[in-house]
């Protein structure tokens, strides 16, 4: 296996650990010493990190494409081409995903081992993607040619989604904040005229 997909294939399966929602920009291994730096410098590390990434990922697909059968070149990629490298890396995968006649089936916490197959996690995957997508369109590719945006990659996400969330009984929906209730306007009071000392109520 070429040395640089292994490499994005171990990247990919450090996220695997089942969270909910896999944010691309992680900080989770920062140093101390990073962790207690000024919010900025924290961000330009986040953000360094990103694009180092975004571009292993980038270089990782370019791989992919010269080693395909027959080589590809980046100008007749398509929709399917993606999902061929998805269904690739798949066999990498470090996520137990359970089949709908194992017990453990929507269990999220199995407690003892079974037979079902390994697959990358759907974060990885929607991450991924989401790096490649703007990584296409910054070196010169057109947004509406963006095989990484394709609807069928956007429905395999998300058929991908909904099998791993069934399988392994796991929410991926993200949590709506709750509005705050609107404040009400306190009711206006009418202020009559005083009727003058010594008049009466009635008229």
Known sequence: MDSNIQDFIDTCNSDNTCNLIT??????NLTAS????????????SSSRYENQKRRDWNTFGQYLKNHRPPLSLSRCS??????????????GKTK???????????????????????????SLD?????????????GGKPEANPFGARAVRLYLREVRDLQS????????????????????????PHHPLPPPGASATH
């Open 23 to 28: 944010n691309s920009i992680t900080t989770a």
């Open 34 to 45: 990073a962790a207690s730096s000024s919010p900025a410098s924290t961000s330009i590390t």
């Open 79 to 92: 929709g399917a081409h993606v999902l061929e490298f998805l269904r690739y890396l798949d066999q990498f």
């Open 97 to 123: 995903v359970h089949t709908p006649i194992c017990p453990f089936y929507g269990h999220p916490n199995p407690p003892a081992p079974c037979p079902c197959p390994l697959r990358q996690a759907w974060g």
């Open 127 to 139: 991450a991924l993607i989401g790096r490649l997508r703007a990584a296409f369109e910054e070196n």
């Open 166 to 189: 069934k399988a392994r009984g796991i929410s991926y929906e993200k949590k709506k904040r709750k509005r705050p209730p609107p404040q009400q306007q306190p009711m206006p009071i």
